[in-house]
């Protein structure tokens, strides 16, 4: 995963437990706390181990961290860092999830070893489904995040639910998002 991503966990776990914590984090996932750059790629493993070991330390589930990484992507680092691409890229939640895909294909120039994730959005019963493929497992809760951040941030207010996916034998992660206003 690139740097960027790893970063933004980083700096989220230091808002909530200060460079010591971060630095215990580190240590428990086997590690002294790396300095990650944010256009260097980085073994997967280190994020999932980071993930595991700030689950353990800060008493956390670990699908709650992932969820709240997602949260903090759109807050933070993509209020900071990303803003006109955001910009660029839809200004309602339906048309921004529309333009995903194309968001990542433009940033794969600049990231060329990115291995991005696709989505596709649909109307459903009360709402929209949104359909998530990616090859690495274990994110849905990353993705239901980003997702209630994007809500918050275009100020249309839905329900995220996680209907299901790999673990019953889809081959993406499906969600419901459900007006609530
Ligand atoms: C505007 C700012 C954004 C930037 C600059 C950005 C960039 C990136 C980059 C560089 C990666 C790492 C991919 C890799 O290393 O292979 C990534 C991964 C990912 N992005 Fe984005 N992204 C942005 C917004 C979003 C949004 C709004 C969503 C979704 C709702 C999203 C969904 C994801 C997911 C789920 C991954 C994890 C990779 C995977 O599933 O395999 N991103 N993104």
Redesign the pocket.
Known sequence: ??G??NRALQNMIIDEAGDAGWGSVCRRAGMEPPVFVSMD?YDDAITYALVGAASTELERDAGELLHALGLY??RVT?AES?ES??HMHGSSLRGFLEN?DQ??AR?SLH?P?????S?EVEDAEHGMHVR?W???PG?AP??KG??AG?CERFGEPYAVRHVGGRDDGRDHELFHLEPTA
């Open positions: 995963m690139y960027m991503v790629t992507w759109i993509a990303y691409i955001f995903l968001m990542h940033l990231f070893e990115m291995r991005a994730p989505f998530y990616s090859d690495r994110l990353f993705v980003l997702l994007l």
